[in-house]
């Protein structure tokens, strides 16, 4: 009489023990040989084991688990870098507007000829001031 293991119960599959050890070597095997024993390993899996269990055993892969871990460390870092860059691109933004607005009073005041010019084109000498003297005499 067959004894029992247990898993019959717990699990609700029967159990068949042979009397003798297979022999299995996988030498010398193509591509395709072994492609299709993974498929029927996967099969046996998924069939003792049910759907669910099956489909989370993907993430025990440590391919997968690394594209994952990738995609998900992308995710947070453009996340992070949008939530911190988009105050500062507004801002500058802004600035931008600010500086646009300045360019065009100061062209207007040229065209008008109420714009102060410096002499030798503004340049400064440090410590001087403007090149030429510092206006102070």
């Known amino acids: 009489m067959p004894r029992s293991c247990g898993a019959e119960s717990s699990l609700g599959k029967r159990v068949a023990l042979g009397r003798q050890v297979v022999q299995n070597v996988s030498e010398r095997r193509t591509l395709s040989d072994f492609v299709a024993r993974y498929r029927r390993w996967g099969v046996l899996q998924r069939q003792a084991a049910g759907p669910l269990v099956y489909a989370c055993g993907a993430l025990l892969n440590p391919v997968l ?33 600010d500086l646009r607005r300045l360019a065009r009073a100061e062209a207007r005041a040229e065209r008008a000829g109420s714009h102060v010019s410096l002499p030798n084109g503004g340049r400064m000498v ?4 403007p090149q030429g003297g510092d206006g102070a005499r």
């Open 65 to 97: 688990l690394a594209a994952a871990a990738a995609v998900v460390t992308w995710l947070v870092t453009f996340a992070g870098s949008c939530l911190a860059g988009l105050p500062l691109l507004i801002r500058e933004g802004l600035s931008m507007g």
């Open 126 to 129: 440090p410590g001087r001031g």
